[in-house]
């Protein structure tokens, strides 16, 4: 029985009236956030599938995480105090009145599920790889988005420093394998215990009366209330004082000095370009120990201070979060910021084959006839092109060419009477007639010996 359609023309005619007496607003998109178009999707899949690759390869498994959380969640975990809580978080409160946030970063959320989901008994280490979009109210500039997209590899209830050394290789591997030449900065900011001594000492230093005046206002702030991150400021003053400050690495208790001698030595043992440097630490509360960025080679200078990665042990998370005390580690890439510099770099990408073979048809009886024969080649495995929208055989054919397929089937009225299909080799031209029935078989056939004269 065929289904009623139900025409609404009253309101058709009213939208028409509306479109002509009023002007339509066009939308555009938020300012800060990206549409990905096609051509852009090439990378994201190089992208995308190198992460995979190498994800598989260590044995991380895929995990997703939603992207509402409820607020309290990073505030406890990324620090009431970071950049990313009190300045760039997006949140609101929901329509039962709940805080809710976007998630501005992935560890927290992964934290979160490894508790949830009782994580701590399965066989340990648990290695999660995890790719999705990350949002935050930053000042929006190349690179710089207020939507992207991160992929993260994160490694629960291991303590070795092989862990932290391994997780580094990954990330430089991961870019060195796409022609993006990287260098990873480390230093380590030890544990609660050690850190204590630190403070003491890059306090005194900044409480000085000359330099005290002339910090940031942010600066004056954070020595109340976070001292380490007056290491983490960009503005050129504050930079430049940080030139003398006591480093950490020279206040490091011997645990965590060994922790990290031997993370070096292991990276030693590889071909990784790092440099360690003694003022990084990561702008959030819950690193300890090893933490690392990675920094483009090659581009601008501001190019080159804008990292593409960062991650770092936090031992101490997921048992202030509320789960069992486990030590984990682990790092995250930004996608758009990737695809940058292999654009930047001009890194041909490979072109995917879109078709082998592809599917004319001259008439309406022809169009329906193709459309089955396409379902039974797409289903045989053959990659197929169509332009069934298309009546000129000469737009079909020159789609044909512009996919490089190898044969083109033409199938119009004449033949279908005949129960035949043409098969026409795209290189030298030469047109055959064979059974429409066996369409699929002949085209196999020639597929086969295709490959076997290559
Ligand atoms: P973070 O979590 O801040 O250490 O960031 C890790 C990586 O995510 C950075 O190295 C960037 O590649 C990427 N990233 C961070 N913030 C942004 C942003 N606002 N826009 C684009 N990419 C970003």
Avoid at 322 to 338: D, H, K, L, N, S
Wanted: hydrophobic share 35%; net charge positive.
């Amino acid at each position: 029985m065929k289904k009623a359609i139900t025409k609404k023309p009253v309101a058709a005619k009213d939208d028409a009236t509306t479109k002509k007496s009023k002007k339509i607003k066009i939308f555009n998109r938020l300012r800060g956030v990206r549409d990905v178009l096609f051509d852009e999707y090439r990378y994201w899949d190089l992208v995308t599938k190198k992460a995979t690759d190498l994800a598989n390869a260590y044995g991380f498994k895929r995990i997703d995480t939603p992207v509402l959380e409820k607020l309290e969640l990073y505030e406890r975990s990324s620090g009431k105090t970071s950049d990313i809580v009190t300045k760039e978080m997006y949140s609101f409160v929901d329509k039962s009145g709940e805080k809710i946030a976007l998630r501005p970063e992935a560890t927290p959320g992964l934290v979160r599920a490894y508790i949830e989901h009782g994580m701590f008994n399965l066989p340990q280490p648990v290695k999660m790889f995890w790719l999705g979009p990350a949002f935050r109210h930053d000042k929006p500039q190349a690179g710089r988005y207020r939507q992207f997209n991160q992929l993260n590899l994160e490694m629960f209830g291991e303590a070795g420093p092989v862990a932290d050394a391994q997780l580094i290789l990954i990330a430089y591997n991961f870019f060195r394998e796409m022609q993006v030449d990287v260098q990873v900065q480390i230093n380590s900011i030890g544990c609660k215990d050690c850190r204590k001594d630190y403070l003491d000492k890059l306090v005194k230093y900044y409480k000085d009366k000359t330099r005290h005046s002339k910090l940031c206002l942010d600066c004056k702030k954070r020595i109340l209330k976070n001292p380490l991150r007056l290491l983490d400021c960009k503005e050129d003053k504050c930079v430049a004082m940080r030139a003398e400050a006591p480093q950490i690495v020279d206040t490091l208790c011997e645990p965590c000095r060994e922790h990290f001698v031997k993370v070096l030595e292991y990276l030693d043992d590889t071909s990784i370009n790092y440099n360690l440097n003694p003022f990084m630490v990561r702008g959030l509360d819950y690193y300890n120990r090893t933490v690392f960025e990675i920094l483009p080679v090659e581009g601008s200078t501001e190019s080159r201070q804008t990292s593409l990665g960062g991650g770092g042990r936090y031992d101490e998370l997921v048992e202030y979060m509320g789960g069992r005390a486990t030590p984990a580690c682990g790092f995250g890439i930004g996608v758009e910021r990737t695809i940058l510099k292999i654009k930047e770099k001009n890194i041909p990408l490979k072109k995917e084959e879109e078709a082998d073979v592809f599917l004319a048809q001259l008439g309406e009886a022809s169009r329906r006839r193709s459309m089955i024969l396409f379902e039974e080649l797409r289903r045989a495995g053959i990659k197929v092109g169509q332009m069934f929208t298309k009546d000129s055989l000469k737009i079909q054919l020159e789609e044909a060419n512009r996919m490089g397929v190898k044969f083109s089937l033409i199938l119009g009225q004449k033949e279908l009477s005949d129960g035949t299909i043409l098969i026409r080799d795209m290189e030298s031209g030469v047109q055959e007639v064979v059974d429409l029935n066996k369409a699929k078989t002949e085209i196999e056939k020639r597929l086969n010996n295709h490959i076997e004269k290559k």
